[in-house]
């Protein structure tokens, strides 16, 4: 799928407005199925280097026998293939002005029974400047509410990167997250194999846990930084060009100002009054 000249403008206009847009069917149902396919193979195949169970994860847990992978593109062709699809380069030229430049790739399986993830804003982790992270989260099964789908709070790109503080790990497999100025802020996004929703590094997001017996919420997940940043956290290093190239940027460093929320006669704003006092040297 190519995305036209006015559905691209839509998208732009709606990610400038929310912070996240969903371009439906931008991969094939077949082509969401070989990928999940193909993952599963990987996963049954033994443990990886930037496996995550999750924190506070006991033998029980479902996410012990599918943790989630990470940096998949450093050796597997089909997610480095996927990583710089032009379909995404596309879209994220159309969002961002630019081509990006690419530095992470993640496969969730989120199965039956499993923990979701605390509500959360990715640039805390990838510190991407000047600029920002973009996500492009594709969905692998149908996700709703029951499987855990991902919730946003729309506008929240607008905030600065908050303060954190611990999460609910009985809940979450993460074990940080963010506050918010009311609890009603986030809203589902429902997908279908193939859709693939794009989000700016300032907007909270998360998912609850998958409720459902029998069925899976696998998502592949690429992680992208504006194509003007000069440095990203040293996790992410090599990024790399849509074409394949690496290329060498500086490292950005940690802690620094967070934003708090504080009463106004117009509601809560927040503020960069506080300090991170929380590192995580990834998602």
């Not at 407005?17 to 077949?30: E, M, Q």
């Not at 003007?228 to 290329?247: C, F, I, K, N």
Request: charged letters at 25%.
């Amino acid at each position: 799928m190519s995305v036209s000249y006015n559905v691209a403008e839509v998208h732009r206009a709606e990610f400038e407005r929310t912070g996240y847009t969903l371009v439906r069917g931008l991969f094939s149902p077949a082509e969401a199925e070989r990928l999940r396919d193909h993952y599963m193979d990987v996963r049954q195949h033994g443990p990886r280097a930037h496996d995550f169970a999750g924190h506070t994860s006991t033998d029980r847990d479902p996410l012990k026998r599918y943790p989630r992978m990470a940096q998949m593109h450093r050796w597997d062709d089909e997610s480095l293939r996927w990583m710089i699809d032009p379909r995404i380069d596309e879209v994220m030229t159309t969002l961002l002005g630019r081509s990006p430049y690419a530095v992470q790739t993640m496969i969730y399986f989120k199965p039956p029974g499993s923990r979701g993830q605390a509500l959360h804003q990715d640039n805390f982790y990838l510190k991407a400047d000047p600029g920002t992270c973009v996500a492009a989260w594709m969905a692998l099964d149908r996700v709703d509410e029951a499987n855990g789908c991902l919730e946003v709070v729309p506008g929240s790109h607008r905030w600065p990167i908050l303060c954190t503080e611990k999460a609910d790990t009985t809940v979450s497999f993460t074990d940080v997250t963010v506050p918010l100025p009311t609890a009603e802020a986030a809203v589902p996004v429902v997908m279908e194999p193939g859709d693939v929703l794009f989000f700016h590094g300032a907007l909270v997001h998360g998912s609850n846990p998958n409720t459902t017996t029998d069925r899976f919420r696998r998502a592949l997940i690429g992680h992208y930084i504006e194509g003007e940043a000069e440095r990203v956290a040293q996790y992410y290093h090599p990024a790399l060009r849509m074409d394949g190239t690496e290329l060498t940027l500086e490292v950005a460093e940690g802690g620094g100002a967070c934003g708090e929320w504080t009463d106004t006669p117009d509601g809560p704003v927040a503020l960069l009054t506080g300090t991170q006092t929380i590192d995580r040297k990834h998602e």
